[in-house]
């Protein structure tokens, strides 16, 4: 199993630009999750997705859409960057209910 | 919204000295988790509470759950060399259990 994988690894766009951050897990979990981390505030939820066809907002959905139609995927769209997006982001899958949550290696994104 | 407060901020320590760490909120929270992270890495689990004063050990880490509900501590005793690093708390709120927060994290360096 590769568990959960993330690319790029890194990115720099300009403000206005769209990218979509990819995420896949092989692991057959019903949940994902978009995080994101930045200095001196811990993660926080982006958006997240309980199965296929099923998402809803996290804790700062702004400026971000996702779309969930595969078990495996969960990409993060950015539609038009801005500098106040520059993070790391972290995706995440879960089984069912369980707490385990598995976490990918996160990319690192820069708006200039 | 439901802020989770994690002190201490950093911690410098020697190895062989045991450490504390604790979170708190103002809201309830039904899931105290503990996360460490490495550089460059996505955080890992180390331990989930699930009760009001739910005591849990895995290896050197003891955390448990306030009877409040709003609170959490970790415990790491004889700390050794690759204890180092950011160490999270993070809770499901009473009205989303699908919902995560994380507190803004402890850094951990172990001076051998």
């Known amino acids: ?112 | 919204g439901q802020q989770l407060n994690q002190s201490p901020q950093s911690m410098f320590i020697q190895e062989g000295e045991d450490v504390s760490m604790n979170c708190t909120s103002s809201s309830i929270f039904n899931t105290w988790l503990w996360y460490k992270q490495d550089p460059g890495e996505g955080p890992v689990l180390l331990i989930a509470l699930y009760k009001a004063g739910e005591l849990t050990s895995n290896g050197r880490l003891t955390a448990q759950f306030g009877i409040t509900r709003k609170d959490s501590f970790l415990n790491i005793s004889a700390s050794i060399p690759s204890d180092v690093g950011i160490y999270f708390c993070a809770g499901r709120p009473l009205y989303n259990n699908n919902d995560m927060r994380f507190g803004a994290g402890t850094r951990l360096t172990v001076k051998p």
């Open chain 1, 1 to 112: 199993n590769a568990g959960v994988t993330q690319t790029p690894k890194f990115q720099v766009l300009k403000t206005g630009q769209s990218m979509t951050l990819q995420c896949a897990q092989d692991m057959n979990h019903e949940y994902m999750s978009w995080y994101r981390q930045d200095p001196g505030m811990g993660l926080r939820l982006i958006h997240y997705s309980v199965g296929a066809g099923i998402t809803d907002q996290g804790e700062v959905p702004n400026g971000y859409n996702v779309s969930r139609s595969t078990t495996e995927d969960f990409p993060l769209r950015l539609l038009s960057a801005a500098p106040s997006q520059t993070s790391v982001y972290f995706c995440a899958s879960r089984r069912g209910t369980a707490e385990e949550q598995y976490f990918g290696p996160g990319t690192r994104l820069t708006v200039t």
